[in-house]
DNA sequence: CAGTGCTCCGTGAACGCTCACGGGAACGTT
DNA sequence: AACGTTCCCGTGAGCGTTCACGGAGCACTG
């Protein structure tokens, strides 16, 4: 029957005293140590219960061994690109007894900064999809350990895991010249702000075409929000622009769904009059209609890389850089 | 240049000994407080950037205003349902300040004792999806704030989130019904341990279908792996049992999706032979083709609801319940 | 010149817990 | 009867940080 409403902590204290024990009696009843007797640990814990006593997870790190938090940075949870990540993550970190947070920055790049902010002090260790160099900058000046994915501008000393893009393109291109084809739209993330830079998939893109004999230039490329919503404007795009695309082929599965959806519903035919192409090999992209030819990328070991890297850097080993090649997975839609 | 490798934690006073001051002036520069000479705090900065030293998260937890932890266990981020609950939580529990934890059972039954004795010492609050009525215990045991989602058998004195199914059934069979359906199969999710129990959806169903006149057995129900793959199997069973249905209602749209396209490759038309229709209302079921007619639940909600709660009993306040309507939303399966 | 204010910095204490150690009681052993 | 063991239990110290206080130095005022 308390009198009154207390912010104070209950602490181990509280507990032997009102048990009439000693803090370390309380402590070995809680944490299941042997050397106590039966009764005296019911006892105590019947009293830590009734007092609702929860031991500080701060003061238990502070002395025993520290557990390890691992803090995971995506763009957005509802994007499917990134559960197969976080999967791997998981996966990986709980091999190692670490837990993870997950922070999402909503694809808002105008949230990065607030977000690296949170993570440098609540986190132990970090792999993220960061794409503003302030950012990015940020972690990696804490010190902790990092790794950086899917961004083609790392910061040296940073260590990153990426996709090669360069072979896939050349997969993706080769197949689609080899079905005849000979103009190809590209439709483009605009979000990212390296868009078109090197190394990016634009530019991929437009080096495999020209590596094919294609007569390729910006005007195949066409911006696209990230979003089947954004695959279906850029296609409007597209249709509009008397491009005269005879494929398409789209920054990942699901500008590239979006686009062939919206294609179908204004009456072009599938892959007849139009064929198309994504990346990432999503589970999503295998069950549309038709199924989507894609650039299969094992988003699960892209993650369980990059807590490996991690792990790598705790115990003293320098930076590296973890390459997942793609598969082109072909299927009716091309 | 270090003699050898030392395991030890580099402190706040290595920095303090280093740069020539006290341990206050190095908190006072790295913390950005103002009552320090500009030139001091570049200096410790430099230090304490050159010696790799990092503030210890559980030393400063345990004076300062403490960071709360909230742990979400859910089944698997594989499956689609999850990612729409996770972005509620995450963007409820940012609201607050809050740092969230994830954990993942695998959907294996016997690893949530496991998962639970992990969360029950790294977090301060939980949301989980969780079945075991012994990992349940468990945390609930434990006395921190805890939210039990989409589980029927709720022990008393845990707040829950669940889902009206029963309106949910009425409205889905209804619909069916009224398309003129005499023979539904329903295919159950056989790996829940409260299969055909009260308040399931598997029981929902058989009444929702005596509501209707129909004479609805046991022998309705077709039990499913958790899967698309799960939905497939079942379908084939449903098909050679000679049950004769003219429409399917699955566990989900996951094994509703599953069903349907192992139907249409045996030839079955969708939805003149057969009608399909799932719940959950996955962005996904609006993808596939035929798109799925679903009793769509606001996800997203759902985890927001849930942060609210674990909030409420923070504050003091006692268990609840929060209710979440399914909407029907019909499409071209049925 | 004493008094007042401001800027910058250092010292003790406290946060809540576990570890290492030591001690008393009860029992058995020589 | 003296000693060694085993079983419980308590005491001091320390983990790494921040907060509340106090004090030194300087400039500016009356």
Redesign the pocket.
């Known amino acids: 029957m308390p009198t009154s409403a207390r912010p104070r ?1 209950i ?3 509280d507990v032997a005293r009102s048990a009439g ?5 309380v ?1 070995r009843a ?2 299941d140590k042997p ?3 039966p009764a ?1 640990r019911q006892r105590v814990l019947r009293v830590a219960q009734s007092l609702g006593y929860r ?2 997870r701060f ?2 790190g ?3 061994p520290r557990l390890t938090t691992l803090g995971l940075v995506i763009a957005d949870v509802l994007n499917p690109f990134f559960p197969e990540v976080v999967s791997g993550v998981l996966a990986a970190a709980d091999e190692r007894g670490w837990q993870v947070a997950v922070y999402s920055t909503g694809s808002a790049l105008e949230r990065e900064t607030a977000v690296a902010e949170t993570v440098v002090d609540h986190v132990d260790a970090c792999v993220a999809f960061l794409l503003d160099p302030g950012a990015i900058e940020l972690i990696h000046r804490s010190g902790m350990p990092f790794v950086l994915l899917d961004n083609e501008h790392r910061p040296p000393g940073v260590s990153g895991g990426r996709i090669d893009f360069a072979t896939g393109m050349r997969q993706a291109v080769g197949h689609l010249v080899e079905r005849g084809h000979r103009r190809i739209a590209m439709l483009d993330d605009r979000g990212r702000p390296d868009a078109g830079g090197h190394g990016t998939r634009h530019s991929l893109f437009l080096g495999a075409a020209a590596g094919h004999g294609l007569p390729a230039d910006e005007g195949w490329v066409f911006p696209a929000a990230n979003s089947l919503e954004g695959g279906a404007a850029a296609m409007d795009d597209v249709l509009g622009s008397g491009f005269g695309a005879t494929a398409v082929l789209g920054y990942n599965d699901l500008i590239a769904i979006g686009a062939m959806r919206r294609a179908r519903d204004r009456g072009v035919r599938v892959p007849e009059d139009c064929a198309f192409v994504g990346c990432d090999g999503l589970t999503l992209s295998r069950l549309v209609d038709p199924p989507l030819t894609t650039l299969a990328v094992d988003k699960e070991l892209l993650g369980r890389a990059a807590v490996r890297q991690v792990a790598a850097q705790m115990t003293g080993a320098g930076t590296g850089e973890t390459v997942i090649v793609p598969r082109l997975v072909v299927r009716a839609s091309s």
Request: aromatic share 0%.
């Open positions: 902590r602490t181990i204290d024990v000693s803090r370390q009696t402590s809680v944490n050397e106590i007797d005296t031991p500080s003061a238990r502070m002395v025993g």
